[in-house]
């Protein structure tokens, strides 16, 4: 495990190179992993943004996010086990929810498990929202998806979030 007071982990996009560590936490994080190719059609995509977490040359966290017209949809956020309640994941959000900002976008929404409960309070502590369920949309094993949503001009998810939009740039208040 790192020690973030003496090595903070830094982002940057994610490369090929990245790839059999993200599969590794991949694995070690989701009962349905995806596949390797499917990472490697989201690196060669131009309207996704692939962006991992490095502690040295470790990958120890990654996130993916589609922009699709004025939305950011969160894809797939994960950090390695033995790295997780270091702020790993926050730091990786924000950097999705800020390129949206810059990208325009006035939306982001995502699916999780709904048993996810460390997940759903990450997201709802940047003001997430849930807006629906999609019944029976995981599978191994089969569970409900909660749906939640972020008005990002707003800074809220149809509720207060403390979250501020400046330039194009949204932060946590």
């Known amino acids: 495990m790192i020690d973030p007071a003496a090595e903070p982990c830094r982002l940057q996009p994610m490369q090929d190179d990245h790839l059999d560590r993200i599969c590794r936490i991949e694995e070690a994080s989701?009962?349905?992993?995806w596949p390797r190719e499917s990472f490697l059609g989201d690196l060669r995509s131009s309207h996704a943004r692939c962006t991992v977490a490095l502690a040295g040359k470790l990958v120890i966290g990654y996130a993916i996010g589609w922009f699709v017209?004025?939305?950011?949809?969160v894809l797939n956020l994960a950090?390695?086990?033995?790295?997780r309640?270091?702020?790993i994941g926050r730091e990786l959000l924000q950097d999705l929810l800020a390129a949206a900002g810059r990208r325009g976008c006035r939306y982001a929404a995502l699916e999780l498990r709904?048993?996810?409960v460390q997940a759903s309070r990450l997201y709802e502590e940047f003001g997430f929202k849930p807006v629906a369920v999609r019944k029976r949309y995981y599978?191994?094993?089969t569970e409900d998806a909660l749906v939640m949503w972020l008005d990002l001009e707003s800074g809220t998810g149809y509720g207060s979030s403390g979250l501020e939009v400046t330039d194009g740039v949204v932060s946590k208040s």
Request: proline fraction near 13%; charge should be negative.
């Open 30 to 33: 989701f009962s349905n992993p």
């Open 69 to 73: 017209l004025d939305e950011l949809h």
């Open 79 to 83: 950090v390695d086990p033995e790295h």
């Open 85 to 87: 309640r270091l702020g």
């Open 114 to 116: 709904s048993s996810n």
């Open 139 to 141: 599978r191994h094993p």
